[in-house]
T-cell receptor
Framework: QKEVEQNSGPLSVPEGAIASLNCTYS??????FFWYRQYSGKSPELIMF????GDKEDGRFTAQLNKASQYVSLLIRDSQPSDSATYLC?????????????FGDGTTLTVKP | KAGVTQTPRYLIKTRGQQVTLSCSPI?????VSWYQQTPGQGLQFLFE???????NKGNFPGRFSGRQFSNSRSEMNVSTLELGDSALYLC???????????FGDGTRLSIL
């Protein structure tokens, strides 16, 4: 089992729809969770981070965390063609792996005009 | 504020050579992490440095090494290069443990 798993893509949604990206992790001690967006040929850029159970909203983006289910998701509302990219989920564990981020393989999102 | 700067952007080497990559973190960031990204393996953690100390290391052979200087700048060295080392090498900095990371543009290394 991979330490961080993301829903297999590619994911395609029409412009204006909600895109839902999911991520599960195996380490129950994980304490911080990050979503990055990576355009083709570019480096990852930070979109959201969340530390506590519940929802965290930033503009069109909402991160949701459920530590009991070891699940973190990213919702993109009113999806735009410019949101088309690969989305990476990353997880940190302060205790056993301080300083190490474990990434999922990413989900490629295509938003069709 | 300047972002994370990696040099060089592109590098072509032959098998058996060694290479040194450089990373200058965002001012004030003391943690620097290195990752290898390939199409087949995704983003793989190499190592992380904080205040000149390596705190964590990924599952890479000893040919991969790094260091961090007192000004937080970091270097990564790969010796005895192999064809499989062809990849995008990314550096990321953060203010500290558990903080979001910010990535540089990467160094694309090609081994002939």
């Amino acid at each position: 089992q991979k330490e961080v798993e993301q829903n297999s893509g590619p994911l395609s949604v029409p412009e204006g729809a909600i895109a839902s990206l999911n991520c599960t992790y195996s380490d129950r001690g994980s304490q911080s969770f990050f979503w990055y967006r990576q355009y083709s040929g570019k480096s990852p850029e930070l979109i959201m981070f969340i530390y506590s159970n519940g929802d965290k909203e930033d503009g069109r983006f909402t991160a949701q965390l459920n530590k009991a289910s070891q699940y973190v998701s990213l919702l993109i509302r009113d999806s735009q063609p410019s949101d088309s990219a690969t989305y990476l989920c990353a997880v940190n564990n302060l205790g056993t792996n301080a300083g190490k981020s474990t990434f999922g393989d990413g989900t490629t999102l295509t938003v069709k005009p | 504020k300047a972002g994370v700067t990696q040099t060089p952007r592109y590098l072509i080497k032959t098998r058996g050579q060694q290479v040194t990559l450089s990373c200058s973190p965002i001012s004030g960031h003391r943690s620097v992490s290195w990752y290898q990204q390939t199409p087949g393996q995704g983003l793989q953690f190499l190592f992380e440095y904080f205040s000149e100390t390596q705190r964590n290391k990924g599952n890479f052979p000893g040919r991969f090494s790094g260091r961090q200087f007192s000004n937080s700048r970091s270097e990564m060295n790969v010796s005895t290069l192999e064809l499989g080392d062809s990849a995008l090498y990314l550096c990321a900095s953060s203010q500290g443990t558990n903080q979001p990371q910010h990535f540089g543009d990467g160094t694309r290394l090609s081994i002939l």
